[in-house]
């Protein structure tokens, strides 16, 4: 059903789009993407690392050997598997890599334990891979959403949670998408190595 709804909204944008169905944790799947993808397009040179996994079992109570692993798996190896992909491939100059972190990797965050740190870890490596890659004209950030509304965030918690950020509004899909925009386009040219936080001010 998710990927008919994406499909459906993609249609209302262009006729030129690829929907690949895959794992990357699993090396496999990440060369497919690639091939499919360059195989439509040719080489890519925008990377969005927006895949993500967490758990409800995600406390130091209730947390698993296999959440920690199914977590780290996706949202650390993956990326780093596609950010290693991504670098072997290019071709181009003014390469672009933006990864996915959360707000919940800057501030605590009850119940969502491995999933921050995970996050967190994100962080880390865009800072590092950052002076690795600047030598091929690649730069890499990662943006850290705040509350954003993606149809979870029901009026109850919305109550709760709008005291704590300053824009007095939850997020929408369009604030991160204009970001992801702006770090793709030549005006953030000369950015890199950082997180760039889009919260409305949550929690300063």
Same mark, same amino acid.
């Given at each position: 059903m998710l990927k008919i709804a994406i499909e459906e909204k993609l249609k209302e944008i262009t006729k030129n789009y690829l929907i690949i169905e895959s794992d990357i944790s699993m090396q496999a799947d990440v060369l497919k993407i690639f091939d499919e993808t360059e195989q439509? =397009?040719? /080489? !890519?040179?925008?990377?969005?690392? /927006?895949? !993500?996994?967490?758990?409800? @079992?995600?406390?130091?109570? #209730?947390?698993? %050997?296999?959440? $920690?692993?199914?977590?780290?798996?996706?949202?650390? @190896?993956?990326?780093?598997?596609? $950010? *290693?992909?991504?670098? @072997? *491939?290019?071709?181009?100059? %003014?390469?672009? $890599? $933006? %990864?996915?972190?959360?707000? %919940?990797?800057?501030? #605590? =965050? #009850?119940?969502q334990i491995i999933y921050g740190a995970s996050k967190a870890a994100i962080e880390s490596l865009t800072r590092t891979i950052a002076c690795e890659v600047e030598k091929l004209g690649i730069t890499i950030n990662a943006i850290a959403p705040g509350l954003t509304q993606a149809a979870w965030i029901n009026k109850i918690l919305e109550k709760e949670v709008l005291p704590s950020i300053p824009l007095a509004r939850l997020g929408t899909p369009e604030d991160i998408a204009n970001m992801i925009l702006f770090l793709a386009s030549e005006k953030a040219s000369w950015i890199t190595g950082q997180v760039i936080r889009i919260s409305g001010g949550h929690e300063l």
């Amino acid at each position: 059903m998710l990927k008919i709804a994406i499909e459906e909204k993609l249609k209302e944008i262009t006729k030129n789009y690829l929907i690949i169905e895959s794992d990357i944790s699993m090396q496999a799947d990440v060369l497919k993407i690639f091939d499919e993808t360059e195989q439509k =397009f040719g /080489n !890519a040179n925008i990377l969005v690392n /927006n895949a !993500a996994f967490g758990s409800d @079992k995600d406390t130091i109570f #209730s947390v698993t %050997n296999n959440t $920690i692993d199914e977590t780290f798996d996706v949202n650390v @190896k993956g990326t780093l598997m596609m $950010i *290693r992909e991504f670098v @072997k *491939r290019y071709i181009n100059q %003014n390469g672009k $890599i $933006i %990864n996915f972190s959360s707000d %919940n990797a800057y501030h #605590s =965050f #009850s119940d969502q334990i491995i999933y921050g740190a995970s996050k967190a870890a994100i962080e880390s490596l865009t800072r590092t891979i950052a002076c690795e890659v600047e030598k091929l004209g690649i730069t890499i950030n990662a943006i850290a959403p705040g509350l954003t509304q993606a149809a979870w965030i029901n009026k109850i918690l919305e109550k709760e949670v709008l005291p704590s950020i300053p824009l007095a509004r939850l997020g929408t899909p369009e604030d991160i998408a204009n970001m992801i925009l702006f770090l793709a386009s030549e005006k953030a040219s000369w950015i890199t190595g950082q997180v760039i936080r889009i919260s409305g001010g949550h929690e300063l």
